[in-house]
Structures are given as structure tokens and as C-alpha cells.
């Protein structure tokens, strides 16, 4: 069974660093590229960027590049979305999903809330 | 990058009507096309892909048409667990876009 489980909730201050994970189980890792995709709080759906953990080649959504930073250790598994100082604004729910090129995201997160803080 | 606009962005319906949402994107996407369901506190799940696809285990009360610009999702009668927020999802290039969501509420 393909499973994605994401680490949990996390509260923050501004200009705090963050790193959160992702990790897959039930398929080749390496063989699917993880995606992350932000929702904020009562808003839609926006696709962050993509990591293929064979060889950590990436895309980023323009909105989010140089934002946050997409990395992953195909040795555990584990696909990670990290930022280095934190805003208010990055208040939401991250989720992680597989994707394959040409494909939608078949399998999904259960999701990490973010909250940042002051 | 490609836009997708969805219409309506809510729509109230009753269980056992026939319910059709739309997907507009700013360019042809061919058939690179999916729709999610997301209920609240949930993580969005796969409905149709590739337009029309269902995905496995959906039921049949939901299907997808459309190519190129235009694309619909109906579900041909509303059930109580219908009532969500339904996205669409372009996979056609980078960057991969979602539509902003209609909400599905009960009348």
C-alpha cells in the first residue's frame, strides 16, 4: 500500500528556520517524483514545486522559488520542504504527494500544519 | 503558466441533483486534466484524471469531459458525502496549476 506520512504540526516565530518531512512507503522511492503543495487557511490549492529523490532534480513554482528550499534522502525515503526564516504569511497546510510526469498526484499527505506566530 | 478558472465557485444543490462544474485554462492542455474532492480537515483526493478517467474506486455517479480548453466534472446525483470543495488540476507543463475551487454546499 502507498503511504506519504508527513511529520507533525509545527509552531514557529518569525525569522525561525523550518524543515518538514515527507516519507514514502509501499513503492520505489526513487522511481516518483514527490511533490508539495500549500493550502492556506480557507483558501485553494497551490503547487509549490517537485523533487525527483533519484537524483534530487527539482522544479519550483515561480511563486515559491528561492521561497523555500525541496530536498530529499532517497536513503530513508524522505522527501523534506524547508524555509530559512520564516513568515507569517507561510501559515498553512503543507501537503506531500506523489507524482510521475504526465500524471496527477494519485497519492497524498495527510498534511503538516504550519503555523507561524509572533 | 497555465490558468485554470473554475465556475461556480459555490453552488448550493440538493442530494439527488445532477451537479456540473467547469474548468477554463488559458491555453490548450490537450487531455492533462484531474479533479480532486478535498473535504474539510482532509487531504484532496483523485477523482478523474485525464479528463475522463475515473480514478479506481470512485464511484460512477462522478465523470469528467472535455479537452483542450474546456473541461466539466458532473456528478449525476448528489449524495450527502458529495459536499466538499472540488479542485481541477492541469498536468499539461510547469508550473502545474490547480483551478480555485467550487464549493459544493447543501440547499
Known amino acids: 500500500e502507498v503511504q506519504l506520512v508527513q511529520s507533525g504540526a509545527e509552531v514557529k516565530k518569525p525569522g525561525e528556520s523550518l524543515k518538514i518531512s515527507c516519507q514514502g512507503s509501499?513503492?520505489?522511492?526513487?522511481?516518483?517524483?514527490i511533490g508539495w503543495v500549500r493550502q492556506m487557511p480557507g483558501k485553494g490549492l497551490e503547487w509549490m514545486g517537485i523533487?525527483?529523490?533519484?537524483?534530487?532534480?527539482?522544479r519550483y513554482s515561480p511563486s515559491f522559488q528561492g521561497q523555500v528550499t525541496i530536498s530529499a534522502d532517497k536513503s530513508i525515503s524522505t522527501a523534506y520542504l524547508q524555509w530559512s526564516s520564516l513568515k507569517a504569511s507561510d501559515t498553512a497546510m503543507y501537503y506531500c504527494?506523489?507524482?510521475?510526469?504526465?500524471?496527477?498526484?494519485?497519492?497524498w499527505g495527510q498534511g503538516t500544519l504550519v503555523t507561524v506566530s509572533s | 503558466a497555465i490558468q485554470l478558472t473554475q465556475s461556480p465557485s459555490s453552488l448550493s444543490a440538493s442530494v439527488g441533483d445532477r451537479v456540473t462544474v467547469t474548468c477554463r485554462a488559458s491555453?490548450?492542455?490537450?487531455?492533462?486534466l484531474a479533479w480532486y474532492q478535498q473535504k474539510p480537515g482532509q487531504a484532496p483526493k483523485l477523482l478523474i484524471y485525464d479528463a475522463s478517467t475515473l480514478e479506481s474506486g470512485v464511484p460512477s455517479r462522478f465523470s469528467g469531459s472535455g479537452s483542450g480548453t474546456d473541461f466539466t466534472l458532473t456528478i449525476s446525483s448528489l449524495q450527502p458525502e458529495d459536499f466538499a470543495t472540488y479542485y481541477c488540476?492541469?498536468?499539461?507543463?510547469?508550473?502545474?496549476?490547480f483551478g480555485g475551487g467550487t464549493k459544493v454546499v447543501i440547499k
Open positions: 504527494a506523489r507524482y510521475q510526469v504526465g500524471a496527477p498526484f494519485h497519492y
Open positions: 491555453q490548450g492542455i490537450s487531455i492533462a
Open positions: 488540476q492541469q498536468f499539461h507543463g510547469y508550473p502545474l496549476t
Open positions: 509501499g513503492y520505489s522511492f526513487t522511481s516518483y517524483w
Open positions: 523533487i525527483y529523490p533519484s537524483d534530487s532534480d527539482s
